[in-house]
């Protein structure tokens, strides 16, 4: 069981940068990929970035590449997303969310997603 709380959402104005948070309970988040997703308000859950367990291996959507970094301590637990150069369209509820994986495999289907937190806002104004 592992259960995950995001923080460090607020709203900012475009082009700055915000750090995302995911905490995890539990002894066994170091066996677990990680996972950022977005929903904007009337669309669809969407993948953000996913990391391995160990750290290694990461994957962004088109989207976040060059912008959006995803890193892990699992010294801490915890799992994070930078993301800079903020757009109005990166306006979202971010949840990150936990697989149980094996080391260096990566995710970024949903459905592979066992646990999920409850999102932080994050808004970027014009």
């Known amino acids: 069981q592992v259960q995950l709380v995001e923080s460090g959402g607020g709203l900012v104005q475009a082009g700055d940068s915000l750090r995302l948070s995911c905490a995890a309970s539990?002894?066994?988040?170091?066996?677990?990929?990680m996972g950022w997703f977005r929903q904007a308000p009337g669309k669809e859950r969407e993948f953000v970035a996913a990391?391995?367990?160990?750290?290694?291996?990461?994957a962004y959507a088109d989207f976040a590449k060059g912008r959006f970094t995803i890193s892990r301590d699992n010294a801490k637990n915890t799992v994070y997303l930078q993301m800079g150069s903020l757009k109005p369209e990166d306006t979202a509820v971010y949840y990150c969310a936990a697989a149980p994986l094996p080391p260096g495999r990566v995710v970024v289907t949903m459905k592979e997603y066992q646990y999920w937190g409850q999102g932080t806002q994050v808004t970027v104004s014009s």
């Open positions: 990391v391995s367990r160990g750290g290694r291996n990461t």
């Open positions: 539990g002894r066994t988040f170091s066996q677990h990929g």
